[in-house]
């Protein structure tokens, strides 16, 4: 039987769930520019990919291994604005299936909330 590793883990969920070949990552939010007043959906999308990036690497994968990827924005008017950022960070040989849906978030700050699932090396 494979063994299921889970790293990060706090008292309701992990951050991450290795199993087999694939990683499999909570929904990552800002946590420090959702506090900013007038910060952007770009500025907290950045914030977002930077702890994909970093989690992603630390189960032994990377942006370019993401096998799907579920964006959930606080209002549709940012999807613009979601993608500039989005094309700037996804690896554009290997761009991932997506879905993109507006949802409430549990953060009234928070613009989105990103799901990622991915190949190991």
Not at 71 to 81: C, R, T
Request: some cysteine.
């Amino acid at each position: 039987m494979s063994e299921i590793k889970r790293l990060h883990v706090g008292k309701c969920y992990c951050d991450v769930t290795i199993y087999r070949d694939v990683v499999y990552l909570a929904g990552q939010v800002p946590r420090h520019s959702a506090d900013e007043q007038g910060s952007d959906i770009g500025v907290q999308a950045q914030e977002v990919f930077a702890q994909i990036d970093a989690l992603l690497t630390e189960a032994g994968s990377d942006k370019h291994r993401i096998l799907s990827c579920q964006i959930f924005l606080a209002s549709m008017a940012d999807y613009d604005g979601f993608n500039q950022a989005w094309r700037a960070w996804v690896s554009p040989r290997n761009p991932p299936p997506r879905a993109t849906v507006q949802a409430q978030l549990a953060n009234p700050d928070w613009k989105l909330e990103i799901v990622i699932t991915a190949a190991i090396y």
